[in-house]
């Protein structure tokens, strides 16, 4: 059986990124918010645009305050004010200054702000109380970039300063990648959607929707098939649809030994490679994973098929620790696929059976020193018990082979959501 990280390392090797000009779309600024782009952004102006002032003061000329101090101040008769927004109208010459204010353009002549707390104004004149260091508070245009520089690679993730960015740079259509498409199933006979009344030995489909929330968490779109019986004609026709629409397919359910697990051989009967049958991973060990060849003849990305375990604790550990990665992968995310690891000091004794690397869920939490404590959720690990993944933001992981480690010991947590203290 496959290990964890051959497993994870097999997938990586599987994926294709989406390809910068085939699946790029391009979007409003106003839309982009969490998109990766798809190509690398120039700005073809300069920033700052224009010289322009740092500070509310006066804009002067250095060469006419050298001799400046609070003892001797100098005069300088003040000729126009110039508030931000506006375009000087005439230029200072020697013995001139302009009254301006912040992020107002300079006048021709000017090099220099003081600002207005080392001034004294007299009418139409102002006193300079300190001689100013020159070109201070003044930016100069171009300063911080010029025209023509790269302002953010392609693969970037924009947020808010990613969107400051290029709104700056009155970049306001955005080439991103588009959203991979995701096809769920669920597959069991027993299964029906949560709105239908429950019969005896019925299950109600819990893992449809919580993968699409966390496939939705990724920033790909999803398509749902809803429930598919464990009929092969029926389980068949649906596996086929699902490859043709989409980037990868997520069925739950059906890839164990059970007399009623189909998918695997179905997979095969259409053509598909499968890669991967299982793992040494608790809970999760029957993940299966396939590829289809494209069928856009120009596209070499092959689709994926993720057959995870229909236990509704196993689809979400097998999602997060070889889904997620793999359509971090694909949607054109540079780097930092993999889950996030800390060392984190575990407040309870963690135990497991030591034949597979074991998953158990529970509370990572950032303590005031900035050290991780682990807190094992309360309740049953059983694979088919969901009830205790509620609130949980992490996975501490027991390596095959270990099987029991001591509260107040050290434990390596993956993260599955966000940390607070
Ligand atoms: P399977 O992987 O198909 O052998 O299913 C394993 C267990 O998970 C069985 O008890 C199923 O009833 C249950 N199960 C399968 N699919 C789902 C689902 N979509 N939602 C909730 N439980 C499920
Ligand atoms: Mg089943």
Redesign the pocket.
Known sequence: MLSVQDAEAKIFQLVRPLHPEYDREWIPLDQACDRLLAAAVQSELDFPYWDNSAMDGYAVRAEDLVRCSAESPVALEVVMEIPAGHSPTQSITAGQAARIFTGAMLPKGADTIVIQERTQREGNRVLILERPEPKAWVRPKGDYYKAGSMLLQSGTRINAPEIAILATAQCTSIPVYRRPIVTLL???N??IQPDRPLQPGQ??????PALAALVQQTGATVKRLG?IPDRPAELKAAIATAIAQSDVVIS?????V?D??YVDKILSELGGTLHIQAVAVKPGK?LTVATFPNPDPKCDQPILYFGL????V??PVGFWRFVQPALRKLSGQPHSWGPMFVRAKTRQTLKADGKRETYLWGQLSLKADGTYEFDLAGGSHSS?NLINLSHINGLAVLNCGCTSIPAEEGVLVMQVGSVYS
């Open positions: 669920s597959t069991g027993e299964l299950i109600i489909d819990s893992n449809q429930i739950s359910g059906g890839v164990s059970g009623y697990d029957p375990p229909g236990n509704p196993s689809a088919g």
